[in-house]
Nanobody, 118 residues
């Protein structure tokens, strides 16, 4: 069983930056693909960025060039650096862990609110 705890959300002005962190416990972090998803009010949850156990990354078109996902396997933590934030980035951001082989073994954090507003 993997537990995920996100932190780093908050209120930021348009054009500002935030760094989200997701700390994992209870599993072998390095064998999980890690992702960040977000869900705005009334919207479906959507993929923001993913980093595989091997370090490959992929981003939603809407955040390419602005967001960067990274992981520190020694700290069992995945990060999402968010720059040039826009009001449309406002959402609850969720951390996800998916076993690199057993794809049904997936876990979610509780979410952290990001609000971009002046």
């Amino acid at each position: 069983q993997v537990q995920l705890v996100e932190s780093g959300g908050g209120l930021v002005q348009p054009g500002g930056s935030l760094r989200l962190s997701c700390a994992a416990t209870g599993g072998i972090f390095s064998i999980y693909d890690m992702g960040w998803y977000r869900q705005a009010p009334g919207e479906q949850r959507e993929l923001v960025a993913v980093i595989t156990s091997g370090g490959s990354t992929n981003y939603a078109d809407s955040v390419k060039g602005r967001f960067t996902i990274s992981r520190d396997n020694a700290k069992n933590t995945v990060y999402l650096q968010m720059n040039s934030l826009k009001p449309e980035d406002t959402a609850v951001y969720y951390c996800n862990a998916e076993h690199r082989v057993i794809r049904t073994r997936t876990y979610w954090g509780q979410g952290t609110q990001v609000t971009v507003s002046s």
